[in-house]
């Protein structure tokens, strides 16, 4: 839907046009821009090296996220995306329950979706995240382990932002010492 054929105006108030028209592909070729802008933007191309992070991905987080400074560490980031268990407490009664769901849907999207791409491939690059992802399956199931990689996609994500660093996979001897 174009701004300029929807005819409530409220509808398109406070939102930023350009990321708007970005996302909805208003005014030619959002996916060439989002490539050029991959190789432009330091930062989204340091985020385009994750296996499975495209410029889509690495636009929308990096707009998402827009100063990493702003964040004491990556469980706030994950936080500010929804993508932490909501909590019932009362007393020394603590339940978890779903998500949150706060913050922006897009960039959670999308981060479930290179998720899903980690899990269904077989880069060893991600090897070790996959693994993760499949333990956490066996107790919880597949839908919880999707997004508990999501969440720690975005943990990463946030760490080579605030870094500047690009994605390195663990050396065998760290997999080990962590195991």
Known sequence: ???ATHNSKSAWKGLPL?????????GGDAHGRNRRRARQDAQVARLCTMP????????????????????SG???????????????????NQRKGPI?????????????QVALSLLWGKNPQTAHLREWAE??????????????????LAGILFAMMRDGTEYQPPKPAELEAAA
């Open 1 to 3: 839907m174009h701004p």
């Open 18 to 26: 350009g990321l708007l028209a970005a996302w909805m592909g208003c």
């Open 52 to 71: 499975q992070v495209g410029p889509v991905t690495a636009c929308a987080f990096a707009s998402a996220v827009d100063d990493p400074t702003r964040f």
């Open 74 to 92: 990556p469980h706030q980031v994950e936080a500010y995306l929804g993508l932490v268990p909501s909590e019932r407490s009362s007393g020394e």
């Open 100 to 112: 949150t769901k706060a913050g922006n849907e897009r960039v959670r999207w999308l981060l479930v």
């Open 135 to 152: 333990r956490i399956a066996a107790r919880r199931g597949k839908k919880t382990a999707v997004v508990a990689l999501a969440r720690r």
